[in-house]
């Protein structure tokens, strides 16, 4: 049997404000990972340091919530779910929680 690593924080902070890549059909999409922020533990759940990444776009780029195979990261690709959060003016907001 094959043990998964579990994403940290580390793993993303190099690409805070740069572009990442994400498969989407009909052809890759490249949005800003704008935000890493680390969250409080959850009581309990010792095995990862809980944490979310904020993504945006322009605004005539819209994602479905899903999953998105994510070009950045230390040893991605990496597989993460997106669901949109409020906007910015004109800028779309995503978001991927890892608990």
């Not at 094959?2 to 994403?7: A, G, K, P």
């Not at 009909?26 to 704008?34: G, K, M, N, Q, S």
Request: proline letters at 10%; glycine letters at 6%.
């Amino acid at each position: 049997m094959q043990l998964v690593r579990l994403v940290t924080p580390e793993d993303f902070e190099p690409w805070v404000g740069r572009m990442v890549r994400l498969n989407t059909a009909p052809r890759p999409v490249e949005i800003l990972l704008a935000r890493l922020q680390r969250l409080p533990p959850i009581v309990g759940a010792d095995f990862r340091e809980p944490f979310e990444l904020i993504f945006e776009t322009p605004w005539q780029v819209v994602l479905a919530d899903d999953n998105y195979e994510c070009d950045c990261g230390h040893g991605g690709p990496y597989f993460i779910h997106l669901s949109q959060i409020l906007p910015r003016k004109q800028t779309r907001r995503y978001q991927a929680l890892f608990a």
